[in-house]
């Protein structure tokens, strides 16, 4: 806190954000919050929802793997999978603040309402709302997949180091 | 920076956030995302834009005056004036992030584009997006207006300690 | 109430409904919405708002003449002037209903706040939508002055029997 | 109808309206629009959707339980199960009124289709919308049973005399 | 190029438009674009996705024939299938632009999402959206199918030539 | 029409479309939808509304002589100015279609309301939405506005050639 000198609670100020999803696969557009967001807060953990409800196309560990290769050298990030409440997720981890970024309206929508109802099943993690840059304002897991099962250019979507496995598994 | 021993470093992570408005006049819907984001940084400004091309209802004096004894008691929270460009203003108090409070969707369109116009004259400053909270959401500078004009009940909207204030100026 | 029999409680269950508006001029839109909400509750008083924040295209005397002219023969209809808040209004005729008719999107953002403003104020009336028929969907008070301004024809937009007053105030 | 005495009449303005959905379970934002509509019209069917395209995380005796359970003491409410057409079933009840809830944008686009739908296969039976009260606005069947698998609190989301009842049934 | 005479640019501004779709059924909304968009560019292929991630409920076969039979004697018009990406399908048959129709809201954000995808997929096809219709506005293929699955009436909502095929596979 | 060989027919296809707007002044989105538009359509006629209802910051003249400069080389465009009904100016000029460039919902609710006004005015002109590029989504006349009467950097936002202009007449 500048300009309060107290000392002992600094280390109340040191802030913890969870930035959760599914990342099936990440694309330019969560490395682009992720990187904007560990700008902002002290430690940034990337949560990879595991619920198995939608089979995802990349498994738990795939999905790990590209988040770890992708922010790699980010020294606050951390990535981990949970599965569960992202309420009770944030209240083990003793997050501050809940990351989302926003492209569009419909996200906001449904995006409000977990907001919502994670403020009310967590009043002590606050949901802060990011907007995508606009070079990737389009992007999103599910046209990243399409894309790859026809093998379209996935240039400029995803970053170059994890392309090829993208490939690998998806096209038909 | 948790588990980031560089001393240094660590008044690099002190964070100034700006909440900026018109606050004509502050309701509670403002006073929640001041509370909610004195929280999460390490100092707010909160920041009474005074550019004249709308005739506001009450004096810069006047809502800055009002602000300031709502927000009294939070020591890290700060109440400034500022016309010209929002982004050149957070250049210049060094802040981090630009907080805005999100109630609705045809908020949320506009705030996407100043947020993105904000980020390319100022790519320093974030801008993060909080809910409102849902008690605050019909809530609006300009219903508290209409609402006083026509000496209808304020409470619950505004803090006590300015409703009579805000009466005195815009009953008919 | 169906199968309710106590007699004094039926006179409880006369409804009435305002539909407020600035009907600056009334539409097809509005006819509308008045003859089916006339069909739906026991009387319905059609309000026409004079706030003079706003200088409207047409006076009060010229919006009341309109609407006594479209609605004529509808039994159940009534037409009334009022200033102030609807809150009010509403209680002082002991309204049980707001009608309000839905066009689009960002008709919905603003009603959907001033339907939460005024339970506030008035518990007692409810506020129900209704949606625009799809013929009239494009249809405004501003979009027919603008019309009317450079002689396009109103056909279809607004009753026949108001046309040539209406070209009389406005064609340039 | 006030001022106008013909007994004969009185009868036609016995209103009925029809409130459907999967109630999957009840929540207190269901809950909140059957009292509200209740209090405006004279007999109102709480209509269980049962065509079994999705499955249904309850059976239709059980959210049939459920409503009767939460809407006991309501003189004016009756609980359904339907399946087909709504615009049907309203036809066959009697139906002068559809009421929906609506609690953001995304619904409203749905049932706005919905609503033109219906209009178009029973002209006879009215849509009408109704805000969720602020309280109960991000709650939804989904985010109940989302929480309820995860064994989170469900106070003030549901009544609490089903509370239980739907941990057993989706508790993990 | 009107008042550009040079003959060997003319051919360069014959234009090919795609309208692609799923048309499970085609519906009077869908022949209200082809006949609009046909009125507009030289040639229109109607393109029918036949990528089958989603169960359709008739056949590509079916659907094609139902298109052919309610386009007969539109002569720029010509009926195709398609599998993969349609940014490749459109560079393939060498066309300029991609129309798609517009109900609402909801339609428009995933359209967007969809339009940006294509244009950083084929720079050479732009997307133009088109208004439905006001009398179509609440139709999509997924509705008919409902109505159809119950035996509701299909007048004015799918061409006359078809319905009865509709009715045949889809009523229960 | 390709494969058409009717010589007679071929003038017919001839292409006018109408890019109408404020343009005041006219920034990098508006010269991106005239630049795409252009190659869709054989003549682009770009119009300048001149109703003088709200007071425009440059004048008709300055407006076009803008539209002009960043035109120029641009074989099939033509700049235009028109007062009164856009409906009856298409008429007037034959065209075919009106442009319009989306970047938003609440753009999206605006114009599609527009359109079926001009479509019930004009049916003969049909109007086609164009989204906006990524990098030109934030961009606005108003917001162009802004900035440059604070003094901040237009660059990427209006073409080079005018941004002296602009800031003569509107820097503080």
Do not use: W
Not at 119 to 128: M, Q, V
């Amino acid at each position: 806190m500048t300009a309060f000198p107290a000392a002992t609670e600094t280390g109340d100020m040191m802030k913890t954000a969870i930035y959760p999803g599914s990342f099936d696969p990440c694309t330019n557009g969560h490395l682009d919050i992720i990187t904007r967001s560990a700008k902002i807060f002290d430690t940034l953990i990337v949560a990879v929802l595991t619920n198995n409800n939608k089979a995802p196309a990349f498994s738990v560990e795939e999905r790990i793997d590209f988040l770890q290769r992708v922010t790699a050298g980010m020294e606050n990030v951390r990535i981990a999978a949970f599965s569960g409440l992202l309420a009770d997720f944030a209240r083990t981890r003793g997050a501050d603040v809940i990351i989302k970024g926003l492209r569009a309206v419909s996200d906001f929508e449904y995006e409000f309402q977990m907001a919502l109802t994670n403020s009310k099943l967590n009043p002590g993690a606050e949901t802060l709302f990011m907007t995508t840059s606009t070079d990737n304002m389009y992007l999103s897991s599910s046209v990243v997949r399409e894309i790859a099962m026809y093998g379209g250019a996935l240039d400029g979507m995803v970053p170059e180091e994890i392309q090829t496995k993208i490939y690998d598994k998806l096209r038909r």
